[in-house]
Structure formats: C-alpha cells, structure tokens
C-alpha cells in the first residue's frame, strides 16, 4: 500500500536532532542533550499521597469527562499566580489549561494561521515551537538572536519587509537554545513593534521561574494594553513534563476559539494531573519547591560553565542568567553538527545548532549543551570529553 500524507505533515522533517539522539541509545553515553527538567526535582511523595487521596475521596470528578477549558480551581489559581508573579493577565483576558505548553503553540498556530502567513521567530528557536508552526504551512522568517534576545533593528527590518507576518513567536527568557533573555527596553520596543505593524506577539514562557542570577524582566504580556500578546506556560520544567500540564493566557477572543479548536483536538487536558497540580499548589508550597530546584539547577550552570570558560576563546559563550541550557559557538567555518559527531564517539550527547535554525539546511556554529540533566560527576566526565572533541575539530 503507498500511502500518501497531507502537505501540511509532508513540510515537516524528522529532525537532524534524531542521528544525534541514535548515539544515546547507549546507555554509556553521557547526556548533555536533553531539555529535561532532573526527575531529582520531581515532588514524587507530594504526588503520591495527592494522588491516593484524589482516588479515594473524589474518584467521580478526578476519573470523569472535564471541559475544555481546564479545571475551574487550577484555571483561578494559574490565573492569580500568573497576575503574582509576573502581573500577566488582566481584565480582557481569559486562560485555558492545555496539554502542556507544546498544545499551547499548536493552539495559537491553529486559530492564528492561514497556509502561508508568515510567522517571525528568534533564529534559532525551539524546535518544537519551529516544528508546530511548519505544521501549519506558515513561512518561518527569522530574526538573529544577540546575547540580549532578539535583535530588534533587525526585527523591524523583517516586519517592514514582510507584508504576511501574521505574529511575531518569542521565547524572552532564558531563551531555548540559546539560554538569552531579552532586557525590558528591548521587550517595549518589540510590543511597540508589533503595534505599529499589527502584528501579534506568541510569549513562550515556560523557564521563567527557574531564575538563579540577575533581576527579573517583566514578562511582554505585562507590558500589553491593546491585547496583541499570548502567552504560553507551563508546569512542565517546575512540577513535571510527564503530566502534561500547561496554560495559555491571552484575550478572551482568542481563547474562546483555541477552547474550540482544544475540544476537537483532544477534548480537555488529562483531568486527574489538573487536579493533583491544583491539590498540589493548594496543599504545598510551589515556590519553596521552585527555590530547591534553583539551588541545584545553578550549581550545575555553574560547574558546567566552568569548563566552558575553560575552552578559552576557542568557544563564544555567556553564561545564561537562567533556564536549562549553556549554548556555545564555534569560531567561524567550524560546524556544530561535526563536533557533535566526534563527542558522539566519545559517548557524549549534544544537539548541533542547526536542530534550531529556521532554515534547519544551513550548518551552525553553535551547539547546546544541557545542564539539568547530569549529575556533577556526568557534566564534568561529558565535558571533559567534549573537550577532547574541541581538540579534535580545531587540531590542538
Ligand atoms: C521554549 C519551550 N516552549 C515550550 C516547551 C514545551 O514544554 P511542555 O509542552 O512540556 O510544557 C518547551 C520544552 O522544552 C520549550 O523549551
């Protein structure tokens, strides 16, 4: 039988991300390449005794059909953490629990876009925001990144050339790969960009607590009076990814059709993890939780950038001020994807820069490194190894 796939799927690759992912089938093979939250920080005893409790005191509601726009109690409290933590959500906006904060992008993509509009991301970007938007047939028009985030003089090139730019997509903080946040004059510049072209703006926000040096920066969606941001969150990195809980908060127009477009999709987001999160974030303390995650996540950042500082100038770095992720570049004409290849054989794992790049045939100078993920001892063995890579590639 000769299948034959919809257009909207054909456009969309397997990513070059798999022949570095073959490597870790190998159980020896050191990790640096994960985006994963350490299953250390999961607060599995909480979980354990929600979880037993749900099922024993409340196994209609917990084991039932939900709707679609999540479960009212985690809805009231992701809203009034939300308006707490980072002054998102006002009176015009309305928030919608959704499988994780990947469903969240789907959902925007879905109800955003027409085949063809242009959608203007950070160049690299996360691959799974870039891959959810190909789905869509949107043209990907990047805008480089700096160590400050997006460039905004080119971004406002981009948007006075490109009459289909439908939104603008935005990771500001911690960005995913390359760890940058984008200072406060620069998040105005870009919402006061988005009004003079008419364009929207996609926040993705899901690393914004996971904060271990500097001072905070206001989220866009706070900085918004005329309704142009949505904004994407997540459970995932400061609970759990395995549950699958996230949330979009955007005006109420918007998450009326992405309820629409969610019930035809998967009718609500598992009904039993909502309620453990609700139990746990009424039962528990989340921030006291997030403060231990910090505390480890920022020893890692630290004893990993250390060895990069120890590569000298033969890589370009900063050190992210949060986040999961130390990204690293080459000098020019070096490609990622070689080195990856030889820490391959060395039994070390990371994601080659051109995974993330809006045109995924052109090489990078760049690789991702993820420090969550291994323990001391992993980062300073990988590293070690890696380094070896660097003398390889660079012949010294
Ligand atoms: C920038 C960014 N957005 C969204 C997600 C999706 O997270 P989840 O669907 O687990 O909430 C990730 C996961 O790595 C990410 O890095």
Redesign the pocket.
Known sequence: MEYTFSDRISGVQPSAIREIFKVLEDPTVISLAA?NPSPETFPAADMARIASDLFRDRPGPALQYGITEGYGPLREQTAARLRARSGVGGPDDDLIIT?????G?DLAARVLLNEGDVVVCEDPS?I??LNALRAYNAKLVGVPMDAQGMDVEALERTLRDTPRAKFIYT?PTF??PCGATMPADRRARMLALAHRYNVLIVE?D??FELRYSGAPVPAVKSLDTDGRVVY?G????VIS?GM?V?FVCAPREIVAKMTVAKQVSDVHTNLFFQMVVSEYLQRCDLDAHIADCRRLYVQRRDRMFAHVRGWGDRVRSACPDGGLFLWCELPDGYDGMALCRLGGRRKVAAVPGQTFAVDDQKPSPGFRLNFSMPTPEQIDHGMALFGEALDELLGC
Request: charged letters at 10%; zero cysteines.
């Open positions: 985006g499988s994780g904060g990947q469903q992008l996360f799974g925001a990771i960005q995913n993705d899901p690393y994407l997540s459970y995932s990195k990814p699958r996230g």
